[in-house]
């Protein structure tokens, strides 16, 4: 029994000293990885800001009738392409039609009244040459024949009256362009006071981009803007882009051509146009879209977006000290066009060591090996 017993504790000390063993090995730390960074860098950079925008013809004219009657021919159809000075409705109202024909025959009467006025006046004349009837005759028949030429032209005056009436019954399009809807169809009655008109014809040859931006961003616009005076930096001012509402960019640049001088009291902001070509007809009047407008950044420190994380709705990086430990740092960044980088316009100063991989995998403290890196090696990674 005794060496029974002994065999037990000799085997009870050797397991518990593996495990003690054991235990010192799961203790020993890994040695310090290796970490490339980036050294922080300021300088420029090109950055786009957006703003929304509704867009607008060239031109937008209300088709409105002069006169009551109703709707008898519509000679266009919604979307259709029409040109300066086409037909597009025809209105019926049979009074119009019948005071032209009572005034042509109300001039035809006075014309006829200029000319037996005119027969007296030659009839008489030659009688008072030969003194047979005293000159108060040949007055009395040229005053009558002036009366008649009056009257003449006041009937000739209602006849182009009821002329130009007539030709409200057709409208025609005064631009060339895109009709808009037809709220009114064939049979129904309109009028001059009509809420609704018959159609909109849009010219969108070119398309006008209207959008709002505050006040610093007006200020930010002239600084950057070449030039001495407002308008030689509206001129000078750089292409902008414009993107559709589907997601897509336009493919033609817009240029800036106004901005408003005074600030809207309501809303704070100014307002301000850019004018894209239209030569294929892609874009409408109605269309929303986004303007995208090159913001130049002065002095910002660029760094990948993969050097990033986020937590509670701050963005960090980590650096790394002089001890080669790490260490969470916030910062303020932009997003750049490009999708892959930040640019930093707070929380990093030049000469950072900017961790940019493996960051998942850090914690405060952590020591690395650094290793140094570009940011374009960065980027050309992705």
Not at 304 to 316: C, D, I, R, S, W
Request: proline share 5%; aromatic share 6%.
């Amino acid at each position: 029994m005794r060496n029974i017993a002994l065999s037990f504790f000799v085997v009870l000390g050797l397991l518990t000293s593996c495990s003690k063993s054991e235990n010192k090995d799961d203790k020993k730390e890994l040695p310090p990885q290796p970490y490339q960074y980036i050294v922080a860098k300021s300088g420029p950079a090109e950055n786009l800001t957006q703003y929304p925008a509704r867009l607008e013809g060239v031109e937008n004219v209300e088709i409105r009738p002069k006169i009551d009657g109703f709707v008898e021919r519509i000679y266009v159809d919604e979307g259709s392409q029409v040109k300066k000075g086409q037909l597009l409705f025809l209105i019926r109202n049979p009074q119009y039609e019948q005071s032209v024909l009572a005034a042509q025959a109300t001039v035809n009467s006075a014309r006829a009244q200029v000319a037996t006025a005119q027969m007296q006046v030659t009839k008489t004349k030659p009688l008072v040459d030969k003194k047979i009837i005293s000159a108060y005759e040949l007055q009395s028949a040229e005053l009558a024949l002036q009366s008649a030429k009056a009257a003449l032209a006041e009937t000739q005056a209602q006849l182009t009256n009821a002329q130009v009436n007539q030709g409200y019954t057709k409208l025609f399009s005064p631009v060339s362009g895109v009709v808009g809807t037809l709220p009114y169809k064939a049979g129904s009655y309109i009028s001059a006071s009509t809420a609704q008109p018959l159609t909109t014809v849009s010219n969108v040859s070119k398309i006008f981009a209207y959008f709002s931006i505050n006040e610093k961003q007006q200020l930010e616009f002239f600084k950057h803007a070449t030039g001495a005076t407002i308008q030689e930096k509206i001129k000078n001012s750089p292409l902008v882009d414009l993107v559709l509402s589907d997601g897509s960019k336009y493919d033609e640049k817009g240029k800036i051509e106004s901005i408003s001088g005074l600030v809207d009291p309501n809303t704070g902001s100014f307002s301000m146009r850019a004018t894209f070509p239209n030569s294929k007809g892609l874009l409408r009047s109605g269309y929303s879209a986004t303007v995208q407008m090159p913001n130049s950044l002065e002095d910002v420190i660029i760094i990948p977006q993969a050097a990033t994380y986020e937590m509670q709705g701050k963005v960090l990086v980590y650096l790394i000290g002089t001890d080669n430990k790490v260490k969470s740092t916030e910062i303020k960044v932009e997003s750049l066009p490009d999708g892959l980088t930040y640019a930093v316009t707070s929380g990093l100063k030049q000469g950072d060591k900017v961790v940019v991989e493996g960051i998942g995998l850090l914690k405060d403290d952590a020591q690395v090996v650094p290793k140094e890196t570009t940011l374009q090696n960065v980027i050309d990674r992705k």
